[in-house]
């Protein structure tokens, strides 16, 4: 409490015996007669000013601690951002953990390790793909030939509720290896196409400088050669302009640039949303029997036509159409290679279970519900004017979209 020495101390005054004593309020200087109130304003004071300060400093508290916390979900936002880019960089292949030539090394001492390889086949096949990356040729381990053949004779023979067939020429399949399993698809659908290709007369000059399959390294090679043509520079940026020796995933954009980088002409065409029930996309399967039939409705049961096969891609993985049946009932069916599928399951269709095994290959309209599909499909070859023509456009990607 205020004292009555404390508030005697200067502050009462009297004007003589007879006049009544007063006291001021040392704080506002306000003058009473009766010390007990004035002692009370004065706590008053005293307990109003200690408010003031405990406001003042739960409220400077409060600051800082709004303040820590905005502090704190920034640094969490900036390190789960960075978490996110490194995750999406592992996924993709770009966080510089190496490419086809690491993976391929890792692998083998992996088996070596568990002892599914001895160290003499792991030596042979280290040299082996070593010549095979200094040559840029594939090294052939991974290829099925043959299919295309097995299955038009049949057809022919065989299958009675198919009303007609349409087959690429000459297509053999390549799977993912220990050097590229889990994001080499689209390097393997590149190899599959050209294999049909290097077989039609129609795209010879274009691939003279490719006489044989390219190796994993060399098609990043030549991706990144479009890419310095000029064709798709906002590709090129998302890749920072390397894929060699990397494990980037690949998808229609750069098959297109270098399809179209060798004077392929091809188109992009984007299947955005589904076009039937349960998802489906029964529009894909008409373009695919449209391209391939090219209004010939009138032909024999089965059609081995002069057409490439298309590249195929969806969310997270890529294949590549190579015919399609039309069967009886009007329902159409696609034919498509899968990188995914190893060459002792596509062996069986060439035996004599390929009723059985053909399963690997037929995917109809019920079988394709990712929610977007791209398609490229090469059509003819082009001059060295539309061949710039298209790298300028290129500058801006846009593809045909159905519906």
């Known amino acids: 409490m205020f004292s009555q020495e404390c508030s005697s101390a200067g502050f009462p005054s009297s004007s003589g015996e007879n006049d009544q004593e007063v006291y001021e309020c040392p704080l506002c200087h306000l003058v009473c007669t009766d010390y007990p109130v004035l002692q009370e ?38 390190r789960q951002e960075r978490e996110d880019f490194q995750k999406l960089q592992r996924q993709y292949g770009l966080d510089g953990s190496g490419g086809y030539k690491q993976q391929s090394l890792r692998n083998m001492e992996k088996e070596v390790a568990q002892g599914r ?9 280290k040299a082996e793909m070593m010549e095979s990356l200094a040559f840029g040729i594939d090294d052939g ?7 295309i053949e097995a299955l038009s004779i049949y057809y022919q ?14 297509v053999d399949h390549f799977h993912c290896s220990l050097g590229d399993k889990g994001w080499g698809c689209g390097y393997r659908n590149f190899q599959i196409i050209l294999s049909s290709l290097q077989k039609n007369s129609i795209y010879q000059d274009c691939l003279k ?12 090679s030549l991706i990144e050669n479009s890419w310095k043509e000029g064709f798709d520079p906002q590709g090129a940026s998302h890749f920072n302009g390397r894929l060699h020796g990397t494990k980037a995933w690949i998808g229609a954009c750069e098959i297109y640039s270098l399809l179209t980088s060798l004077r392929l002409k091809c188109q992009i065409i984007d299947f955005h949303q589904a076009t039937g029930p349960s998802g489906t996309h029964p529009r894909l399967l008409e373009w695919v029997l449209s391209y391939y039939s090219s ?14 096969p298309i590249y195929l891609q969806h969310q997270g993985h890529s294949r590549t159409i190579v015919g399609i049946e039309e069967r009886k009932n009007k329902s159409l069916c696609l034919l498509i290679f899968d990188p995914g599928c190893p060459s002792e399951e596509m062996q069986k269709i060439k ?4 009723c059985i095994n053909l399963k690997l290959l037929r995917r109809c309209v019920g079988g394709l519900k990712h929610k977007q599909y791209q398609v490229v499909a090469i059509d003819d070859v082009l001059s060295a004017e539309e061949k710039i023509a298209r790298q300028q456009a290129s500058q801006l990607f846009t593809a045909q979209r159905i519906p």
């Open 117 to 125: 390889m001895v160290p003499a086949e792991y030596h042979k096949r």
């Open 41 to 78: 304003h004065v706590e008053l004071h005293l307990q109003e000013s200690s408010f003031v300060e405990g406001r003042n400093l739960h409220d400077l508290e409060l600051a800082q601690h709004i303040q820590n916390e905005e502090v704190a979900q920034r640094r969490e936002a900036a």
């Open 295 to 308: 209004d010939k409705k009138n032909g024999p049961k089965v059609l081995r036509t002069s057409k490439p």
């Open 141 to 147: 381990k991974t290829q099925t030939s043959g299919i």
């Open 209 to 220: 400088d490719l006489e044989s399959i390219p190796c994993i390294s060399k098609i990043q």
């Open 351 to 354: 035996g004599k279970d390929i």
């Open 157 to 170: 023979n065989e299958y009675k509720d198919i009303k007609r067939v349409w087959l690429s020429v000459g």
